[in-house]
């Protein structure tokens, strides 16, 4: 599923492309939204939400996309081949004198009035790279569960927007937390959300997403899509599992010796050598 990052970056290319700009063709090809046309309305603004992607128009309507695992916008000039995928792949295009926005495997497609917008996206929590990032409040709602798992507490985004799996495991592994270690039991959990921050941060402006500095081919990422390599800090082969609610598991990738834990940790995970807790679904 595509970071909070990765929409910050489409929102700025749609907004650049369209925002001021009035719709030569506004067309969705989805049986809910057939009959609607958007053609003619201008574009005010284009924003992220955590990972949600608001389209504000003039008429006071706003239109929200989520890319899921799947979705994305291409923009292009218009008469240009779309490049996204086969036609039947196509949910939304929206056109204007200069540009082609056409969004592919788009998901939650709803258009509702501007003033209703909570309605779609007020449960989230603050924004990670919104205006109004809100570390205090972020906090408060990480520690009102303290006994769940910080790798699932941190991709919920009741609790704060716009990371996911791949800021997740990195940030817990530069500060040395365990996935399935309690949030009660992080020992500077603000330091561990503004690392998980000021990676996305780092990577803002350009599609690759580099957590460690490094810009050698397969060098990028400390743990994430590493399972069975050596750990870059202490040589230990990195480990993956699977973690969270049933039927909403996320895998997750660790090193068992940089990110053991003397805490108790959730019961669904087993310790294996002393002091390396790990957990009970391991892909080998």
Known sequence: MPEGDTVWLAAQRMNTALAGATLRRGEFRLPQLAAADLTGATVTEVLPRGKHLLIRLADGRTLRTHFRMDGSWHIQRPGARWKGGPAHDVRLVLATDQWECVGYRLHDVELIPTAEEDRLVGHLGPDVLGPDWDLDEALRRLRSHPDEQIGVALVDQRNLAGIGNLYKVESLFVRRVHPWARVADVADLPALVERARTLMTANLHHPEQNTTG???????????????????????AILLGEQGPTTQERVTWWCPRCQATGSPIDPQARTGEPGRPQPVTLYR
């Open 214 to 236: 490094d810009p050698r081919r397969g060098r990028d990422h400390w743990v994430f899509g590493r399972k069975g390599r050596p750990c870059y800090r202490c040589g230990t």
